[in-house]
Nanobody, 116 residues
Framework: QVQLVESGGGLVQPGGSLRLACAAS????????TSWYRQAPGKERELVAS???????NYAYSVKGRFIISRDNAKNTVYLQMNSLKPEDTATYYC??????????WGQGTQVTVSS
């Protein structure tokens, strides 16, 4: 069993920045892929960014150029640096780790609110 704990959410003005962190209780490097998803009220959960074991990254079109996903293997932590935030980025952000088809985990989520 792996525990994923997100932190770093909060209230920020449009144009501002936040850095989310996802701390894992087990080696994050051994995960095949680690991702950030988000879900806004009344909307489906969507993929925001992902990073593979080989450090390949993938971003949703809506955040490309503004968000950066990274990983610190020594700290078993994945980060999401969010810049130039917009009101439409408001959502609960979830960390997801895929180790295999039989083993994947979700964090509890952290709220990000972009508002003036």
């Amino acid at each position: 069993q792996v525990q994923l704990v997100e932190s770093g959410g909060g209230l920020v003005q449009p144009g501002g920045s936040l850095r989310l962190a996802c701390a894992a209780s087990r080696s994050i490097f051994s995960a095949d892929t680690t991702s950030w998803y988000r879900q806004a009220p009344g909307k489906e959960r969507e993929l925001v960014a992902s990073i593979s074991r080989g450090s390949s990254t993938n971003y949703a079109y809506s955040v490309k150029g503004r968000f950066i996903i990274s990983r610190d293997n020594a700290k078993n932590t994945v980060y999401l640096q969010m810049n130039s935030l917009k009101p439409e980025d408001t959502a609960t952000y979830y960390c997801y780790a895929y180790y295999s088809w039989q083993e994947d985990y979700w964090g509890q989520g952290t709220q990000v609110t972009v508002s003036s």
